[in-house]
C-alpha cells in the first residue's frame, strides 16, 4: 500500500508540476517562488519517504545512551 500510494503521489505531483510549468508565465514571480517552493518540499518529502527512517535518522547510538540511564530512572520511581 505503501508503495501503491507514492507511485500515485509521485504521478500526481509530476503531472501539477506539468500544470505549473505551463501556467507560471501568467503568475507573479512572488506566486512563481512560492509555488515552486512547495513543490520542492513536496518533492523532498516524497524521496525521502523512500528511504527507511533508520537511514535518514540514524538514532541507535542515542538509544543506546539513554536506554540504560531509562532503566535506572524508571526503577527508581
Same mark, same amino acid.
Given at each position: #500500500? ?13 503531472i501539477?508540476?506539468f500544470?505549473?510549468?505551463? $501556467?507560471? $508565465?501568467?503568475w ?8 515552486g517552493l ?8 516524497l524521496i525521502?519517504?523512500l ?5 535518514? #535518522?540514524?538514532v ?6 539513554f536506554?540504560?540511564? #531509562?532503566?535506572?530512572w524508571?526503577?527508581?520511581?
Amino acid at each position: #500500500m505503501d508503495k501503491l500510494f507514492q507511485i500515485v503521489f509521485g504521478c500526481a505531483l509530476l503531472i501539477m508540476f506539468f500544470r505549473y510549468h505551463q $501556467k507560471k $508565465k501568467r503568475w507573479d514571480p512572488s506566486q512563481r517562488r512560492i509555488v515552486g517552493l512547495i513543490y520542492l518540499l513536496t518533492l523532498l518529502i516524497l524521496i525521502a519517504s523512500l528511504f527507511p527512517n533508520v537511514q535518514l #535518522m540514524p538514532v541507535n547510538y542515542i538509544n543506546d545512551y539513554f536506554s540504560p540511564q #531509562m532503566m535506572m530512572w524508571v526503577k527508581q520511581s
